[in-house]
């Protein structure tokens, strides 16, 4: 069964961060893969991650969420986190599995010592201009199928790029792979001016490993509703020191 939902870095405060985009996560409850599509600009750097958009594959994997923050690594050391029957735990309890708006983000590999904990649940994600899930949905299709996740641009481009490169990426696949076009039972792909004869770059920059062939039962369980972008109010919320990151 498939899981799918956005966070939101922002934490429901957009205005002043349009870097601030949401993350889309898909999660196969039988076969332990996630995908996780974070979009987020001008991101700070990390030992542990790219500072671009990417999209990253995990395989055997564990997700739990949170009604808080677990980010804290002195109240919660990255030994505080272990998987046991496929379950993540934090200090020994089972964290939530499925996720609920305003519940943070937890996931972890089973050959990992650490957590990757991200942003809250939202079903309000902040997107770039013109970017739907259903192309976040191809990008994942397309990923889970050749088996490594690939960069989508450098971190300071505007948002209006990214937009462009994810719509185009998604339309190449979905003209070049009619088995991820047919799987996908969304609306047609949108297309922009001079996005059709483009080419996908997925040899870029690997970012994941591999994956078998995609399970199509789909669970939704955090349903987006996309504001406008006049209706979205941000802010830059500031990681604080001795947070994971």
Not at 38 to 54: D, F, I, Q, Y
Not at 58 to 72: H, M, N, Q, V, Y
Not at 153 to 165: I, S
Request: a neutral charge.
């Amino acid at each position: 069964m498939k899981v799918t939902w956005f966070t939101d870095p922002a934490e429901g405060n957009f205005g002043e961060a349009p870097h601030k985009l949401s993350s889309y996560y898909q999660y196969d409850t039988e076969t332990k893969e996630l995908v996780r599509i974070r979009l987020e600009l001008n991101r700070g750097e990390s030992m542990r991650s790219t500072r671009n958009p990417a999209v990253f594959y995990e395989r055997d994997c564990a997700i739990g969420f949170s009604p808080k923050s677990l980010s804290d690594m002195q109240q919660y050391p990255d030994d505080a986190f272990r998987i046991e029957n496929g379950q993540l735990l934090v200090h020994g309890s089972p964290l939530d599995q499925t996720p609920s708006d305003h519940y943070f983000t937890v996931t972890m590999r089973m050959d990992k010592s650490y957590p990757h904990s991200g942003s809250v649940v939202t079903t309000r994600p902040n997107l770039p201009k013109g970017v739907e899930e259903h192309h976040l949905q191809t990008l994942a299709a397309k990923v889970l199928k050749v088996r490594k996740g690939f960069a989508l641009t450098p971190h300071h481009v505007t948002a209006e790029a990214l937009a462009r490169e994810i719509i185009k990426i998604a339309n190449k696949i979905s003209e070049t792979d009619k088995e991820i076009h047919a799987a996908i039972t969304t609306p047609t792909l949108s297309s922009g001016e001079g996005q059709a004869d483009a080419l996908v770059a997925l040899e870029r920059e690997t970012v994941g490993l591999s994956a078998p062939k995609v399970d199509q039962s789909t669970t939704v369980t955090a349903t987006p509703t996309l504001p406008s972008h006049s209706e979205q109010k941000e802010r830059d919320v500031s990681r604080p020191k001795g947070l994971r990151p």
